[in-house]
């Protein structure tokens, strides 16, 4: 069946713009994570949604980053007056476990910030 | 503090030349190690999860093993296409975490012919 897919899978935006980027989950997944990864660096975590529980923002690196979850389908990441800083890959996973169980990747959005 | 550390951090081998890679962590209540593949410009692709110390888990070339402290994923007789960088991750018990997975930096592998 279809993966996890994210879109864009590249964006470019200037410095105080804010981004929305996008995370179809595989079907029937009800978790879903947000993780960024720095040029060269692991995964650093963001966001966890899990159905209608509210979502685990731990990982959210300051007030500009947002994330939303429409039921278990669609999340969005919105990323108000983007830094330099915020340039990274954007990954989305999602699993048919709650809390549990191994997370499946999408391809990621590249943002960079000029 | 959940912590992961992989060696080392770059490795080159001749393709047949069989290594190891290590993933050291310390966790507050494993409740899960995994193994990722990322090739460039692409998601990390699932491997292997662990969940017990002794437990090893094989697919074609690779082995994943675990102990109380670290992993191991054996490459045997590896091919190019083996080149790429291998993730480790781990998921505590803390209730506040949820879960997600704590990762390390990853070992970049090439694999030359």
């Known amino acids: 069946g279809a993966g996890v897919s994210q879109s864009p899978s590249n964006k470019v935006t200037e410095k105080g713009k804010d981004v929305e980027l996008r995370c179809d989950p595989i079907?029937?997944?009800?978790?879903l994570y947000w993780y960024r990864q720095r040029l060269g660096q692991g995964l650093e975590f963001l966001i966890y949604?899990?159905?209608?529980?509210?979502?685990?923002k731990s990982g959210l690196p300051s007030d500009r980053f947002s994330a939303e979850r429409t039921g278990e389908s669609v999340s969005t990441l919105t990323i108000q007056r983007t830094q330099q800083e915020d340039s990274a890959v954007y990954l989305c996973?999602?699993?048919?476990?709650?809390?549990?169980?191994?997370?499946?990747f999408g391809p990621g959005t590249r943002l960079t910030v000029t | 503090e959940d912590q992961v550390t992989q060696s080392p951090e770059a490795l080159r081998l001749q393709e047949g030349e069989s290594s190891s890679l290590n993933c050291s962590y310390t966790?507050?209540?494993?409740?899960?190690l995994f193994w990722y593949r990322q090739d460039p410009g692409k998601g990390p692709e699932f491997l292997f999860t662990?969940?017990?110390a002794g437990e090893e888990k094989e697919k074609e070339r690779l082995k994943a093993t675990l102990t109380k402290k670290e992993s191991f994923l054996h490459i045997t007789a590896p091919k190019p296409e083996d080149s790429a960088t291998y993730l480790c991750?781990?998921?505590?018990?803390?209730?506040?975490?949820?879960?997600?997975?704590?990762f390390g930096q990853g070992t970049e592998l090439s694999v030359k012919p």
């Open positions: 996973a999602s699993s048919s476990l709650a809390g549990a169980g191994e997370q499946y």
């Open positions: 079907s029937g997944h009800t978790a």
């Open positions: 949604f899990q159905g209608n529980s509210a979502p685990d």
């Open positions: 966790v507050s209540g494993l409740r899960g």
């Open positions: 662990l969940y017990s």
């Open positions: 991750a781990v998921r505590g018990r803390l209730y506040n975490q949820g879960g997600k997975l704590i």
